[in-house]
């Protein structure tokens, strides 16, 4: 019982060890680095480079936890762990990047250096991280770090959850056996585990027994069963949780959470919270302003081209929902004939369009009219990678014809998205392309990272501007 039970006990132990070992990693990786770059004989920083790395310690501890890097490590896969200390690292590396340019001392910096750092930094956190998990998993396979389980609760969402555990045993927890009020279902097995009995011999069962936790899957319609089941298990030590019976509902980002001190479920909500929101912010500015002067020649060539072809106006601006339904300015270069639109009405372009200039369906067919959308990424309007915004007639027409259609708003609308580089961008001249289009937007909403918005950049780089579908 001792050594099963002292990885219980000390798993709050390992999480503060890791938010001591953390900045201890930072300051090793900075030295290592610094060996490389220069020498090894002498790895005595200098004064500014001493100050970066308290800055950077500064930091990682403010950082760090807004990635959940010290919560529970019950549950999590080692990816999905490693995703995230990636991720921190980066936006910790940006932050650096945005201080060292913007007090204009970039230059007294290694930019080798630099890169030695970052690259030795999230090495030593992955090790680090995964000499922790190799030693838990190996105390599983010796017997030791599991939580005995019973499942109240044999229905439908009971079943899932069997299969989601078993199908996860990196999880650490093992089902010892189900209950459930359905006489039909008493000794049989479901899943492969037996249904002991009915939900009245839980607490007896868990009082005989070492179970460690107890998980309620009923469905939300059985509020009093589970009232009386918390009522009968008010003496045992074990954990009780609740899965909420959810899996009927159409879900995006659902997560737990809490309102004034009480538990709620989060059904549908933006990913942009917390550190995610702070990463695509610097990646939306970083990249702009590397983007924006290399492509600055081509923008005034593609501006004296409208001008001296078509009388009016070099930039086109229109209404349309930003982030939160928000009405914001989105810029393009003019590529139609000056006309008069019905008011509240708004025509799609399409291939062969009379009201489209010769220059206009090259810009249009190259996705080059969409480039001054950087501007708005500069504002903080827009990111670089989104769902595509779409005019605010055109979201009065689809909002209900198109289920979840505004819930594309959660996010900043983007110049390029996941919709785009598969092929869905132009005139959606159909509601079943509209349909298909939004299905790609909630996709890349529900996975964002920022691995995401890197590929969905590449692939619009090599593919994405010139797609048959473009008017």
Do not use: F, H
């Given at each position: 019982m001792f050594g099963k039970s002292i990885f219980k006990s000390y798993s709050g132990f390992i999480n503060l060890f890791s938010r001591f070992s953390d900045p201890l990693l930072v300051i090793i990786a900075a030295i290592a680095a610094y060996g490389m770059r220069f020498s090894f004989d002498n790895l005595y920083l200098p004064e500014d480079y001493r100050s970066l790395v308290l800055f950077a310690v500064f930091c990682v501890v403010l950082i760090f936890p807004l990635f959940n890097l010290y919560g529970s490590w019950r549950g999590k896969s080692l990816a999905k762990q490693a995703s995230a200390i990636v991720l921190a690292w980066a936006t910790v590396v940006m932050l650096m990047i945005v201080i060292l340019f913007g007090f204009k001392v970039s230059s007294d910096y290694s930019r080798l250096w630099l890169g030695w750092w970052t690259l030795f930094g999230v090495l030593f956190s992955l090790v680090f991280r995964m000499c922790i998990y190799g030693f838990l998993q190996y105390q599983r396979l010796k017997g030791r770090n599991f939580r005995r389980v019973v499942i109240a609760g044999a229905g439908n969402l009971g079943r899932k959850l069997i299969s989601q555990t078993v199908d996860s045993p990196w999880t650490g927890f093992k089902i010892d056996t189900l209950f459930d009020d359905?006489?039909?279902?008493?000794?049989?097995?479901?899943?492969?585990?037996?249904?002991?009995?009915?939900?009245?011999?839980?607490e007896a069962f868990v009082n005989s027994n070492h179970i460690d936790e107890v998980w309620i899957a009923l469905p939300l319609r059985a509020e009093e069963r589970v009232k009386e089941l918390l009522y009968a298990l008010r003496h045992q030590t074990v954990n009780i949780k609740l899965i909420p019976d959810i899996f009927g509902f159409s879900l995006l980002n659902h997560s737990m959470?809490?309102?004034?001190?009480?538990?709620?479920?989060?059904?549908?909500?933006?990913?942009?919270?917390?550190?995610?929101?702070?990463?695509?912010?610097?990646?939306?500015?970083?990249?702009?302003?590397?983007?924006?002067?290399?492509?600055?020649?081509?923008?005034?060539?593609?501006?004296?081209?409208?001008?001296?072809?078509?009388?009016g106006p070099i930039l086109f601006k229109q209404k349309r929902h930003g982030w939160d339904g928000r009405v914001i300015n989105v810029y393009k270069f003019r590529t139609m004939k000056l006309h008069v639109e019905e008011k509240g009405k708004v025509t799609q372009a399409s291939k062969g369009d009379s009201r489209i200039t010769p220059v206009g369906a090259f810009l249009r067919r190259t996705s080059l009219d969409e480039l001054p959308q950087f501007y708005n990424v500069l504002q903080g309007r827009m990111s670089i990678v989104g769902p595509r915004p779409h005019a605010v007639e055109h979201n009065e027409l689809y909002k209900e014809q198109v289920n979840q259609y505004m819930l594309r708003h959660m996010v900043k609308p983007g110049i390029t998205g996941w919709a785009q580089v598969n092929g869905y961008r132009g005139e959606t001249d159909t509601l079943e392309k509209m349909k298909n289009r939004v299905e790609y937007d909630l996709f890349y909403i529900e996975n964002w990272s920022l691995w995401f918005d890197l590929k969905i950049i590449f692939l619009t780089v090599f593919k994405g501007f010139v797609h048959k579908n473009a008017a």
């Open positions: 359905n006489e039909q279902l008493r000794n049989t097995l479901v899943n492969g585990y037996k249904v002991q009995g009915d939900l009245g011999e839980v959470t809490e309102i004034a001190g009480l538990p709620a479920v989060s059904l549908s909500d933006t990913p942009m919270g917390g550190g995610n929101q702070l990463v695509k912010a610097l990646e939306d500015r970083l990249l702009a302003l590397l983007i924006v002067p290399l492509i600055a020649p081509l923008l005034v060539l593609i501006a004296i081209s409208v001008k001296v072809t078509s009388p």
